[in-house]
């Protein structure tokens, strides 16, 4: 038995320890036991995954008695590339684990809760470590029921939680449809079901169109893909907050890792069109996400639409790549695909911090409308380092992980090919919608960050919040710290996806492309950095930093020299503006910050007013009292979903006509059924 | 060895070249503007009394303010190390930190948050509204920039500055190509809307109808102050060198001497100073923008920026 075998096994065990844990425990020290079996499962799994990016292997089989007499297997044998996810999967469950021990209280700490936990965080690590199709969608539905529950946690509580997990179960089943049924093409066409026996299959031509098709569809909805993203902003502020950070920082990934697998394993070296067809998934996915989120003020709602951005940056890298490979551009495909993975590491490390520091302030403060938070910085110091870092991650500033992905996928770009005619238009377009996207990051996370913890308190709840305790504190300073290493030493992240797409089953276009190309086109520069010989760019972010440190410490001693002479002097008013700056109504809201912006993108997003002003009975003139609300609804669910579930409705009308509860009318049925039977069976 | 030392000397000399004469050109333009609208002015030097005077003075601070004080130094820093990393006195660029474009936008945004950030931190109205109107700007800008950027790189083939401007010195040519001169006037608007001069916002104005960068300083005083104008001076001065060095990028050095350095340092500062008299001309017979016309005159830009891009695949 390897290593690696070990460490799938000890997956199981853990798993099943939690789960004994989370039942068996008192309640007072379930969150304790539980968490901290969950905690040893997901440490188990970075380690797995990091022996599987080591290039070892190792296959777990279990027989599945299906009866019928099939001899039908599930295998665990998990490649580079699922290390890597793997790895991904367990950190962000391990620190998502060590928050819950502090977090899990109520309905998401009850024995339900934490055993549903563990088995989502099982199925989540499992899903790249399938060797073959059955063990991928038995994992991959272990996850989605896991998750599904997990999303009902907080049901008694809310109205609108049962509506959400009515989505999510909806959306989260036709993802599991498509991929049924897109792997029943592959299996069908390549006669197998192992994933390793498909990728040396090499299944071609229309069966391979449509299979590439179905899965990705079915992966696009699990990543939150527009139009497909309609769960995202539903599940994810609803579910408990570790249960939202792990299936926006891990879960979605599985969608990720899915459409990585599909194009650089089983079906490597695809047409043109399909890059194409990832493209144009990805790019609105990117300016709608961020579009949406930069004008809520919901801040879970606003992550879960900055998820749908992140991934949407991912997977138009991957289409990219794509691109490339299909005109022979082998170094820019290498590029493009490692500067996926690197935005995929990037975005979890931050998400993670994000939706764990929303959970704090929601803990904190009972509170998630950013308009109601707010001087946070004072009550809540350490979650606001945390949060401010991971902030700085996703608005990909200088020196996060963020920043150096973002920086990759750029480099990536505008090397990208221009031979011919369509990609010479489609890429500056591509490159524009990613820098607006970009901007509008920006400014939704300085949004995110200065509203929330900047300015004064403008609720009671945020007035009298308190630090979280210590393991809610220590789970998000540990993310970001993870935030600035991954961005002070990008080579590690850029090397551990160069080494993940060297995967031994990976062939075909894209494969070489990414095989040969990845290990020369991406190395640890100088340092700590990353370079890209393949372009010729490299980016040494430690350098940057001791650069920034250099011209700033003149500036420090300065303003210390002065400081010494000229103390600060605190006074009530510096400038009143009208005297009244007290008032907690003065400062801008998150919906007054976003006001311009909705206004420039006005016939984008058409958001429903409602301004009502009250006179005072002495004059018109005077105003007594005026109320303005604003609703921002998400369109495409308006125009797509709206009707579709209408029609549903009325389909399900009309079979209630022969559905009427009467006994005369069923007896009917069956003796027309019996008749059509006997007519049959006499034909 | 020594070729890292002259070369971090040189960006030291850059550094303080830009740091000496930064306030001079703002006091400059400000001339150039009193003198056409018919005022006696205050002299180039103003700018610089002012800055004595504000670090002379005590800082003040409301209850509620936590980052008063910080902010303002993280946005000198910023400026600085934008200085630091552009190309305005020589094309060899330190290996370790290449003046990578997408690294030096991202520098750029750095000092856009910062003070984005000072605004909120006030906790006042003017302060929000400030930050909300400069980072939505910000926003809209961000496309521009990058797609101009690309333009300028696809003929090098590096997103790297300073071979940008060593192969228009080498090809002098292609500085008055289609795709560099829409690149530049693209990059031009988008450091006059970055930077809040007219038409974008009114550097003099304090009427909360109009008011971008003012209303985000408005509670800073003393040294605080003092180091955001600083910093706002050196970043407009940064960029206009960089943009008068994209246009005429004559006199920067390429083969290290003693003598090319001062023609460079003396090139720079006349180019600067022409490209800020040449604002600050054109800004007597402009108007402020409505605030919601501004997204117009920036999807113009860029427009322009994507016309340089067709236009660079034409001639390629």
């Known amino acids: 038995m390897s290593l690696l075998e070990v460490g799938l096994v000890a997956q199981l065990a853990l798993a099943l320890l939690a789960v004994t844990a989370a039942v068996a425990a008192p309640t007072p020290l379930r969150p304790l036991l539980a968490g901290g079996a969950t905690l040893l499962m997901g440490l188990s799994g970075v380690a797995t995954g990091a022996l599987a990016l080591g290039g070892r292997t190792g296959i ?62 099982l199925g989540l690590q499992l899903v790249p470590a399938s060797g073959d199709v059955v063990a991928f969608l038995l994992t991959w539905e272990l996850m989605a029921i896991g998750s599904t529950i997990l999303v009902l946690a907080e049901h008694g509580r809310r109205d609108q939680v049962r509506s959400a997990g009515l989505w999510y179960a909806a959306m989260t089943h036709l993802s599991f449809l498509f991929l049924l049924a897109g792997f029943a093409v592959l299996t069908v066409a390549g006669h197998s079901s192992s994933f390793a026996a498909l990728a040396a299959g090499r299944i071609s031509g229309d069966q391979a169109g449509l299979a590439f098709v179905l899965l990705t569809i079915g992966f696009a909805t699990k990543a939150g893909l527009v139009p497909v993203h309609v769960w995202l902003p539903r599940a994810h502020p609803e579910a408990p907050s570790h249960v939202s950070a792990v299936m926006s920082a891990a879960m979605v990934k599985m969608g990720v890792y899915g459409v990585v697998l599909t194009v650089t394993r089983l079906l490597p070296g695809g047409p043109r069109w399909w890059g194409l067809v990832v493209l144009a998934l990805a790019l609105p996915s990117a300016l709608y996400g961020i ?43 290498g590029v493009a695909m490692v500067a996926a993975l690197m935005l995929t590491v990037s975005h979890a490390a931050f998400k993670t911090v994000l939706f764990l520091g929303a959970g704090a302030l929601l803990h904190a403060t009972a509170e998630r409308d950013l308009d109601r938070l707010g001087g946070l910085v004072r009550s809540m110091p350490r979650t606001a380092v945390a ?126 492309a990414t095989t040969t190309s990845a290990a020369a086109a991406v190395g640890t520069g100088a340092g700590w950095g990353v370079a890209l010989p393949g372009i010729g760019a490299h980016l040494d972010p430690l350098a940057l930093t001791l650069l920034a440190l250099a011209v700033t410490l003149p500036v420090v001693l300065v303003t210390w020299l002065l400081a010494r002479r000229h103390p600060r002097r605190d006074v009530d008013l510096v400038w009143g503006g009208g ?105 | 060895m020594s070729a890292t030392v002259t070369t971090m000397l040189l960006v030291a000399v850059q550094c303080g070249l830009l740091l000496a004469l930064a306030p001079v050109r703002v006091g400059l333009m400000r001339q150039v503007r009193a003198r056409l609208e018919g005022r006696a002015g205050a002299g180039v030097l103003q700018p610089w009394r002012d800055l004595a005077k504000l670090a002379r003075k005590e800082p003040l601070r409301a209850p509620g303010v936590r980052f008063g004080g910080a902010l303002p130094v993280l946005l000198m820093g910023a400026s600085l190390l934008l200085v630091a990393l552009l190309p305005l006195l020589q094309t060899a660029t ?108 009114n550097p003099s104005t304090h009427l909360e109808l109009t008011m971008i960068h003012e209303a985000m300083i408005l509670e800073s005083s003393g040294r605080d102050l003092g180091w955001v104008e600083y910093a706002s001076w050196l970043r407009l001065g940064a960029l206009l060198a960089l943009v008068a060095n994209l246009a005429a990028p004559w ?12 023609i460079a340092m003396v090139a720079l500062v006349l180019k600067v100073a022409v490209l800020g008299a040449a604002i600050a001309s054109g800004e007597v017979f402009l108007a402020k923008l409505r605030l919601f016309r501004v997204p117009e005159l920036l999807a113009g830009s860029f427009v322009l920026a994507f016309l340089a891009v067709t236009a660079s695949y034409l001639t390629v």
Request: glycine share 8%.
């Open chain 1, 387 to 512: 949060f401010g870092v991971a902030c700085l991650g996703a608005a990909a500033l200088p020196v996060t992980s963020g920043f150096a992905a973002e920086w990759v996928l750029m480099q990536a770009r505008i090397h990208g090919d221009s031979r011919d005619q369509l990609t010479s238009a489609l890429l500056p377009a591509a490159i524009a919608v990613v820098a607006l996207t970009a901007g509008l990051a920006l400014l939704t996370f300085v949004k995110a960050f200065g509203i929330a913890f900047m300015a004064r308190p403008r609720s009671p709840g945020a007035t009298t919040a308190h630090e979280v305790n210590r393991p809610m504190t220590a789970a998000v300073l540990i993310g970001a710290a993870a935030v600035l290493a991954l961005g002070l030493a990008p080579g590690l992240t850029a090397t551990a996806a160069a080494t993940a797409l060297r995967s031994a089953g990976v062939v075909g276009a894209v494969g070489a």
């Open chain 1, 60 to 121: 777990v089989s279990a027989p599945l008695t299906v009866g019928l007499g099939l001899d039908a297997r599930m295998t665990l044998a998990p490649d580079r590339l699922g290390g890597l996810f793997m790895l991904l999967a367990g950190a962000v469950g391990a620190v998502a684990a060590l928050y819950s021990v502090g977090y899990a209280r109520g309905p998401a700490g009850s024995r339900t809760g934490c055993a549903a936990f563990a088995v989502f965080l």
């Open chain 2, 251 to 262: 006199g920067v050095v390429q083969h290290l001497h003693v003598l090319a350095v001062l």
């Open chain 1, 291 to 333: 579009l949406q989120a930069s004008v809520t003020s919901d801040l879970k709602r606003l992550l879960a639409y900055s998820t749908t951005e992140n991934v949407g940056l991912i997977l138009s890298a991957v289409a990219i790549s794509m691109l490339a490979a299909s005109s022979g551009d082998s170094a820019v495909a």
């Open chain 2, 94 to 201: 330190l290996v370790a930190v290449p003046d990578d474009l997408f690294v030096v936008v991202s520098v750029l945004l750095l000092g856009t948050v910062a003070i984005a950030l000072l605004g909120l931190d006030s906790g006042t109205a003017f302060g929000g509204m400030g930050a909300s109107r400069h980072m939505t700007v910000a926003a809209l800008v961000e496309p521009t920039i990058l797609v101009a950027v690309y333009a300028l790189s696809i003929p090098v083939g590096t997103s790297n500055l300073s071979a940008i401007v060593s192969a228009r010195l080498d090809h002098p040519a292609t500085v008055v190509a289609p795709v560099s001169l829409l690149a530049l006037v693209a990059l031009f608007i988008v450091v006059i809307a970055e930077t809040g001069r007219l038409p974008v916002d």
């Open chain 1, 579 to 683: 005297g009244v700056r007290t008032s907690p109504r003065m400062p801008y809201t998150a919906t007054s910050f976003a006001e311009p912006l909705v206004r420039v993108f006005d016939d984008a997003l058409q958001p429903t007013r409602d301004l009502r002003v009250t006179h005072a009975q002495e004059s018109r003139y005077l105003v007594q009292e005026v109320s303005f609300h604003q609703h921002l609804d998400d369109r495409v669910e308006k125009s797509l979903y709206r009707p579709a579930i209408a029609m549903l409705d009325r389909a399900g009308d009309l079979a209630r006509l022969m559905q009427n509860g009467s006994m005369h009318r069923y007896l009917g049925f069956s003796f027309v059924a019996l008749l059509v039977v006997l007519v049959a069976v006499a034909w």
